[in-house]
Protein backbone atom coordinates (compact mmCIF):
# COMPACT_ATOMS: atom_id res chain seq x y z
CA UNK A 1 0.00 0.00 0.00
CA UNK A 2 1.39 3.54 -0.54
CA UNK A 3 0.19 6.66 0.93
CA UNK A 4 0.71 8.98 -2.17
CA UNK A 5 -1.10 12.02 -0.74
CA UNK A 6 0.43 15.44 -1.50
CA UNK A 7 -0.05 19.21 -1.89
CA UNK A 8 2.16 21.26 -3.76
CA UNK A 9 4.03 24.94 -3.08
CA UNK A 10 0.75 27.07 -2.55
CA UNK A 11 1.42 30.70 -2.76
CA UNK A 12 -2.18 31.94 -1.47
CA UNK A 13 -1.29 30.30 2.45
CA UNK A 14 -4.97 28.81 3.75
CA UNK A 15 -6.02 27.31 6.67
CA UNK A 16 -7.66 23.77 7.21
CA UNK A 17 -11.12 22.80 8.09
CA UNK A 18 -9.27 21.92 11.33
CA UNK A 19 -7.85 25.26 11.77
CA UNK A 20 -4.11 24.36 10.62
CA UNK A 21 -1.74 24.98 7.64
CA UNK A 22 -3.69 23.14 4.93
CA UNK A 23 -0.23 21.64 3.25
CA UNK A 24 0.33 20.02 6.46
CA UNK A 25 -3.05 19.31 7.19
CA UNK A 26 -2.98 17.19 3.80
CA UNK A 27 0.24 15.88 4.02
CA UNK A 28 0.96 15.07 7.53
CA UNK A 29 -2.28 14.83 8.85
CA UNK A 30 -4.13 13.33 6.35
CA UNK A 31 -1.15 10.56 5.87
CA UNK A 32 -1.51 9.82 9.12
CA UNK A 33 -5.58 9.33 9.96
CA UNK A 34 -5.13 7.41 6.36
CA UNK A 35 -2.76 5.17 7.31
CA UNK A 36 -4.16 4.21 10.57
CA UNK A 37 -7.83 3.68 9.01
CA UNK A 38 -5.84 0.99 6.99
CA UNK A 39 -3.95 -0.88 9.35
CA UNK A 40 -6.30 -3.34 10.27
CA UNK A 41 -6.87 -4.52 6.56
CA UNK A 42 -2.92 -4.00 6.39
CA UNK A 43 -2.32 -6.58 8.99
CA UNK A 44 -4.65 -9.18 7.89
CA UNK A 45 -3.29 -9.08 4.86
CA UNK A 46 0.26 -10.07 6.07
CA UNK A 47 -0.85 -13.74 5.87
CA UNK A 48 -0.98 -13.43 2.43
CA UNK A 49 1.96 -11.01 1.64
CA UNK A 50 5.61 -13.56 1.68
CA UNK A 51 7.71 -10.49 1.61
CA UNK A 52 5.62 -8.43 4.36
CA UNK A 53 3.00 -5.45 3.67
CA UNK A 54 4.44 -1.99 2.62
CA UNK A 55 4.16 1.87 3.16
CA UNK A 56 5.70 3.81 0.95
CA UNK A 57 5.32 7.65 2.28
CA UNK A 58 6.59 10.70 -0.57
CA UNK A 59 8.67 13.01 1.02
CA UNK A 60 11.72 15.62 -0.59
CA UNK A 61 14.24 16.91 -0.73
CA UNK A 62 12.78 19.86 0.75
CA UNK A 63 12.19 18.65 4.00
CA UNK A 64 16.17 19.96 4.76
CA UNK A 65 14.59 22.86 4.58
CA UNK A 66 13.04 22.86 7.66
CA UNK A 67 15.33 23.37 11.10
CA UNK A 68 11.97 22.04 13.37
CA UNK A 69 8.33 22.10 13.80
CA UNK A 70 6.72 24.92 16.16
CA UNK A 71 3.64 23.56 16.76
CA UNK A 72 2.18 26.64 17.71
CA UNK A 73 2.59 28.11 14.36
CA UNK A 74 0.75 25.21 12.47
CA UNK A 75 -2.35 27.04 13.51
CA UNK A 76 -0.87 30.85 12.66
CA UNK A 77 -3.78 32.82 10.43
CA UNK A 78 -0.73 34.47 8.43
CA UNK A 79 2.60 33.70 6.76
CA UNK A 80 5.51 33.10 9.57
CA UNK A 81 8.46 33.60 7.02
CA UNK A 82 9.30 36.19 4.50
CA UNK A 83 9.52 36.54 1.65
CA UNK A 84 6.14 34.80 0.22
CA UNK A 85 8.61 32.24 -1.99
CA UNK A 86 10.34 31.22 1.12
CA UNK A 87 7.37 30.51 3.39
CA UNK A 88 5.67 28.64 0.66
CA UNK A 89 8.82 26.39 0.42
CA UNK A 90 9.07 26.16 4.22
CA UNK A 91 5.80 25.00 4.51
CA UNK A 92 6.09 22.64 2.45
CA UNK A 93 9.69 21.60 3.10
CA UNK A 94 7.73 21.66 7.40
CA UNK A 95 5.20 19.04 5.64
CA UNK A 96 7.61 16.99 4.00
CA UNK A 97 9.60 16.85 7.55
CA UNK A 98 6.95 15.43 8.83
CA UNK A 99 6.27 12.93 6.42
CA UNK A 100 9.72 11.75 7.29
CA UNK A 101 9.13 11.35 10.92
CA UNK A 102 6.08 9.89 10.73
CA UNK A 103 7.42 7.25 9.11
CA UNK A 104 9.77 6.25 11.33
CA UNK A 105 7.87 7.16 14.63
CA UNK A 106 5.43 4.66 12.66
CA UNK A 107 7.70 2.07 12.32
CA UNK A 108 9.08 1.99 16.03
CA UNK A 109 5.05 1.61 17.39
CA UNK A 110 5.01 -1.49 14.73
CA UNK A 111 7.72 -2.80 16.19
CA UNK A 112 6.79 -2.22 20.27
CA UNK A 113 3.33 -3.67 18.89
CA UNK A 114 1.92 -6.97 20.76
CA UNK A 115 0.56 -8.27 17.12
CA UNK A 116 2.81 -9.81 15.43
CA UNK A 117 1.56 -8.90 12.45
CA UNK A 118 3.02 -5.39 13.30
CA UNK A 119 6.15 -7.02 12.69
CA UNK A 120 6.01 -7.40 9.03
CA UNK A 121 4.35 -4.33 8.22
CA UNK A 122 7.39 -1.78 6.21
CA UNK A 123 7.38 1.54 6.40
CA UNK A 124 9.64 3.91 4.30
CA UNK A 125 9.48 7.51 2.80
CA UNK A 126 11.39 8.36 0.04
CA UNK A 127 12.16 11.45 -2.27
CA UNK A 128 11.65 10.68 -5.96
CA UNK A 129 13.47 13.40 -7.38
CA UNK A 130 13.58 16.76 -9.65
CA UNK A 131 10.64 15.76 -11.88
CA UNK A 132 8.57 18.57 -14.22
CA UNK A 133 5.30 18.04 -13.48
CA UNK A 134 2.07 20.23 -13.35
CA UNK A 135 3.11 21.66 -10.25
CA UNK A 136 5.78 23.31 -11.40
CA UNK A 137 4.13 26.13 -13.03
CA UNK A 138 3.26 27.32 -9.85
CA UNK A 139 6.93 29.08 -10.06
CA UNK A 140 5.45 31.20 -12.77
CA UNK A 141 3.36 33.15 -9.65
CA UNK A 142 6.89 33.79 -8.08
CA UNK A 143 9.13 34.93 -10.92
CA UNK A 144 6.99 35.18 -13.41
CA UNK A 145 6.25 32.68 -16.76
CA UNK A 146 9.82 33.64 -18.44
CA UNK A 147 11.98 32.20 -15.67
CA UNK A 148 9.05 29.72 -14.51
CA UNK A 149 9.84 28.31 -18.05
CA UNK A 150 14.22 29.00 -17.16
CA UNK A 151 13.27 26.51 -13.84
CA UNK A 152 11.26 24.30 -15.73
CA UNK A 153 13.88 23.81 -18.59
CA UNK A 154 16.38 23.14 -15.83
CA UNK A 155 13.86 20.40 -14.14
CA UNK A 156 14.00 18.54 -17.88
CA UNK A 157 17.94 18.74 -18.20
CA UNK A 158 19.22 18.14 -14.54
CA UNK A 159 16.05 16.33 -12.46
CA UNK A 160 14.74 12.52 -12.91
CA UNK A 161 12.38 11.58 -15.40
CA UNK A 162 9.31 10.14 -14.35
CA UNK A 163 10.67 6.34 -14.97
CA UNK A 164 13.24 7.13 -12.51
CA UNK A 165 10.84 9.05 -9.92
CA UNK A 166 8.87 5.64 -9.55
CA UNK A 167 11.73 3.74 -9.56
CA UNK A 168 12.36 3.95 -6.10
CA UNK A 169 8.67 4.26 -5.31
CA UNK A 170 8.26 0.93 -6.47
CA UNK A 171 11.33 -0.41 -5.46
CA UNK A 172 9.94 0.05 -1.78
CA UNK A 173 6.74 -1.48 -2.56
CA UNK A 174 7.77 -4.39 -4.42
CA UNK A 175 11.51 -5.50 -4.13
CA UNK A 176 12.33 -8.32 -1.65
CA UNK A 177 15.02 -6.51 -0.77
CA UNK A 178 13.02 -4.40 1.95
CA UNK A 179 12.17 -7.47 4.16
CA UNK A 180 15.79 -8.78 3.76
CA UNK A 181 17.68 -5.73 4.39
CA UNK A 182 14.90 -5.22 7.39
CA UNK A 183 14.37 -1.47 5.97
CA UNK A 184 12.23 0.41 8.83
CA UNK A 185 11.55 4.20 8.68
CA UNK A 186 14.21 4.91 6.09
CA UNK A 187 14.76 7.60 3.44
CA UNK A 188 15.49 6.58 0.36
CA UNK A 189 16.46 8.93 -2.87
CA UNK A 190 16.71 8.16 -6.43
CA UNK A 191 17.36 5.91 -7.72
CA UNK A 192 16.38 3.48 -4.59
CA UNK A 193 19.64 4.63 -2.76
CA UNK A 194 19.03 4.73 1.47
CA UNK A 195 20.17 8.08 2.69
CA UNK A 196 20.08 9.78 5.89
CA UNK A 197 17.49 12.86 6.13
CA UNK A 198 18.34 16.01 7.36
CA UNK A 199 19.62 16.27 11.55
CA UNK A 200 15.41 16.69 12.08
CA UNK A 201 14.49 13.88 10.07
CA UNK A 202 16.17 11.95 12.97
CA UNK A 203 14.64 13.70 15.94
CA UNK A 204 12.57 10.69 17.50
CA UNK A 205 11.04 13.49 19.93
CA UNK A 206 10.18 15.44 17.49
CA UNK A 207 8.70 12.52 15.68
CA UNK A 208 6.55 11.70 18.81
CA UNK A 209 5.88 15.42 19.51
CA UNK A 210 4.23 14.77 15.99
CA UNK A 211 1.96 11.93 16.34
CA UNK A 212 0.70 13.17 19.70
CA UNK A 213 -0.13 16.82 17.69
CA UNK A 214 -1.79 14.54 14.68
CA UNK A 215 -3.73 12.20 16.63
CA UNK A 216 -5.19 15.37 18.35
CA UNK A 217 -5.60 17.06 15.23
CA UNK A 218 -7.56 14.63 13.61
CA UNK A 219 -9.62 13.64 16.91
CA UNK A 220 -8.46 9.83 16.62
CA UNK A 221 -7.23 7.35 18.95
CA UNK A 222 -4.95 6.53 16.78
CA UNK A 223 -3.77 2.46 16.69
CA UNK A 224 -3.85 0.40 19.91
CA UNK A 225 -3.79 1.71 23.11
CA UNK A 226 -0.47 0.39 23.81
CA UNK A 227 0.69 2.42 21.72
CA UNK A 228 -0.95 5.88 23.26
Known amino acids: MQALLGLGVPFEYKLSPQGIDRVFAANCV ?132 LEQGAATALYLAASADVNKLDFRGRYFVPVAMPCDPSPMGKDMILGRKLWVCSTETSHMRLLTPSFT
Do not use: M
Request: contains cysteine; charged residues 15%.
Open 30 to 161: GHQVLVTLLLPLLKAAVTTANNGVRIVITSSSLHSVCRGVDFDLLSSSSRVKWPALFDGVWRYGRSKLGNILFSKELSYRLLQDTDPASKRIYVNSFFPGNIVTDQWVSWDSYFGTLIGSLIRLGGYVFGQS
